[in-house]
């Protein structure tokens, strides 16, 4: 997984016991800023861009050091440079943000498949019931839908016989023939059901009474099934909301068994495999931008975050059969599977599947000065400066590095106001 990094530099050097300036002295990092008493969560260690970054500040001190500008008595006071630095940039006040841009995948999330039901036992209780004959078993397939087909409530989900095999809102499956007299949550589910697609005459409660059977006869015939009055296993799908047809698998003609086709939500999602060194920057809630590949971005939020794992799934991210939610198999680094929701569907234009980007926002600081990273000087007693520019040449003034994020740092000190000028490295 490739990632931008960004992290936060601590000020402890400043209180370290002074030493010369050397290579490997100047080579150490600012250590992070210490946890707040209380806190939560850890904070990941400094990685491989903010050690690269620290050995730009190194370098520019020892040139500073070459020309003469870091003076040698190794005190805090200004010291007059006799040449200008090679470049300058002003001291800015702005907000900075610390992110982490890591890979996803866009796509539907993972697929679930739609087995047959189970076939019938010879009591009514199970299998698909009255759909034909008893004596023709579990009856044919003659009708499947579509891929990428949007199956809402009450619609046809497949046929057996001809007979349609509509989808119910619910947590849990029909599991029992429900008929006048049965009680239990399965029957709120059905009353719920027949409310919302217009059948009425029945209290929405627990119990299956005439009302409801009543209710049940004219929801069978307008499905031109026989009217019983009663719902066996088998007659309806039950799914949490909405699905989208993702693969079929079985064909019209076949009997009524095994697998017949997989589906998924209907809002298009982003899944990332992310690296358990930046688990501290996702909570459920977490805000996050996503770039598509014609370089458009959309906002999105962490809505489920998994369990951390070395495996990743043939199955997760976009639900299609070629795709994952982060990367290729293979890659054994433990990895935590985030699931994030786009609320602007019509902004993820007409993509299906696509490798995207996503930037997640850890922390951010408005209203502080900032320099380039490579504008820090490494002082010879410990801590860090930066070359101020001033009228009669140039001064080195101490300052404390506060997070850095795109190449800067905040910074503050005496003497240090927007508009300074200070010098960098070309």
């Given at each position: 997984m490739s990632t931008k990094t960004s992290r936060d530099v601590d000020t402890a050097a400043e209180e370290e016991p002074a030493r010369e300036l050397d290579t490997a002295a100047a080579q150490e990092p600012p250590a992070k800023d210490e946890e707040q008493p209380g806190s939560a969560r850890r904070?990941?260690?400094?990685?491989?861009?903010?050690?690269?970054?620290?050995?730009?500040?190194?370098?520019?001190?020892?040139?500073?050091?070459?020309?003469?500008?870091?003076?040698g008595d190794g005190t805090d006071s200004a010291s007059a440079a006799p040449t200008g630095p090679p470049a300058t940039a002003k001291v800015e006040r702005t907000t900075l943000t610390d992110s982490e841009t890591v890979d996803g995948n866009l796509g539907y999330g993972?697929?679930?498949?739609?087995?047959?039901?189970?076939?019938?036992?010879?009591?009514?209780?199970?299998?698909?019931?009255?759909?034909s004959g008893g004596d023709k078993g579990d009856g044919i397939l003659t009708w499947l839908p579509e891929e990428s087909k949007v199956i809402k409530r009450g619609d046809t989900a497949y046929r057996v016989d001809e007979q349609k095999v509509p989808l119910?809102?619910?947590?849990?499956?029909?599991?029992?023939?429900?008929?006048?007299?049965?009680?239990g949550a399965d029957v709120k589910m059905l009353e719920k059901n027949l409310r919302a697609l217009g059948h009425t005459g029945f209290t929405v409660d627990d119990t299956y009474d005439s009302a409801t059977a009543e209710a049940v006869r004219d929801w069978q015939d307008d499905l031109n099934r026989e009217e019983t009055g009663e719902v066996r296993p088998g007659e309806a799908l039950v799914a949490p909301e909405a699905r989208r047809v993702a693969n079929v698998t079985a064909t019209p003609g076949a009997a009524l068994n095994g697998n017949l086709f997989s589906w998924t939500g209907t809002e298009r999602i982003v899944g990332v495999d992310l690296d358990v060194q930046f688990e501290d920057?996702?909570?459920k809630g977490t805000e996050a931008t996503v770039r598509l590949p014609d370089d458009t971005t959309v906002k999105a939020k962490v809505t489920d975050i998994g369990t951390p794992s070395t495996s990743k799934g043939d199955d997760s991210g976009s639900g299609e059969s070629d795709s994952g939610s982060g990367g290729s198999g293979g890659n054994e680094d433990p990895t935590l599977p985030v699931e994030l929701t786009v609320k602007d569907q019509k902004g993820l234009g007409r993509y299906q599947a696509a490798a995207v980007e996503v930037t997640l926002k850890a922390e951010t600081r408005e209203d502080v000065l900032v320099v380039p990273v490579n504008a820090l000087v490494a002082r010879k007693g410990g801590g860090y400066a930066?070359?101020?520019?001033?009228?009669?040449?140039?001064?080195?003034?101490?300052?404390?590095?506060?997070?850095?994020?795109?190449?800067?740092?905040?910074?503050?000190?005496?003497?240090?106001?927007?508009?300074?000028?200070?010098?960098?490295?070309?």
């Open positions: 904070r990941r260690p400094l990685r491989t861009s903010l050690i690269v970054l620290a050995a730009t500040v190194v370098a520019a001190a020892v040139g500073i050091a070459a020309t003469g500008t870091l003076g993972d697929a679930q498949t739609v087995q047959a039901p189970a076939s019938s036992t010879g009591t009514g209780d199970s299998g698909q019931g009255g759909a119910l809102y619910g947590s849990f499956p029909l599991y029992r023939t429900l008929k006048s007299g049965t009680e920057l996702v909570d930066v070359e101020v520019v001033t009228a009669d040449g140039t001064a080195l003034r101490p300052v404390k590095p506060g997070m850095f994020a795109d190449s800067r740092v905040e910074i503050s000190g005496s003497g240090i106001k927007e508009g300074t000028v200070v010098g960098v490295p070309k």
